[in-house]
């Protein structure tokens, strides 16, 4: 088993503060590392993590056995944090945060809710029977909407977000994130790409100010954003 993530390269902090995981939500995810739907689904929310990558899928299945099996060291694995620096927020370095989010007296009881994958992010967004309502991409939608990225192609990228369109309830939520240098900012974000493709004629996805505010306060390696679901 070869895996390319060991451990999250993003803040946790960030993604549940903005996603703002209750029990009632049922929320798909990227499943990597699985350390983001771990974080969520601790909160009791229903989580599908999901990922092509079967490696990826049988290392976060191995963590949570080993969590159910009481090995605490090998369900953290945390590997090599990105980072030794703490938090500017919450003063904790990565490591930390970790521990905090992905402590066993928060996973356990919630463990049940947690459900592996094997499938790309839209393919199970469209063809699940959960309706979900709050999504995390990742960087996913990064990569899609650059136009630095040749595939896939415009008329894809506008499929795509069609799609989430369609699958997303009304007020529904999702949470992406760029990489520093690929120009995914405020701008590309709300005023190009992004409203062209997510414009149905009925509803959009907004970029929600404070929502993505209170992910940026956290998130200093990526660029976030989180978009609700509204009518024009």
Known sequence: MVVEFDHTNENLDAI???????????????????DQAFALAGYGSQVVAVDPDS???????????ALLK???SAFLNIGSPISNNPDDVTNETPEEQIKRLLAP???LPNISNIKLKKNDFISELMESQILFNKLYASNLLGFYMHESFKKPSLEQKRAWFRNILKRLPES????FTG???LG???NDLEGGLMREICDDGTYALKLDYELTGIARKYEKEWIPGVYVKQPK
């Open 16 to 34: 549940v503060n903005a996603l703002q995981p209750e029990p009632c939500d049922r929320i798909l995810a990227v499943c990597g590392s699985g």
């Open 55 to 65: 490696d990826q899928l049988l290392y976060a299945q191995y963590r949570l056995d």
């Open 70 to 72: 009481g090995s605490v």
């Open 105 to 107: 007296n928060r996973i």
């Open 172 to 175: 529904g939520i999702i949470y």
């Open 179 to 181: 990489p520093n240098g």
């Open 184 to 186: 995914i900012d405020d």
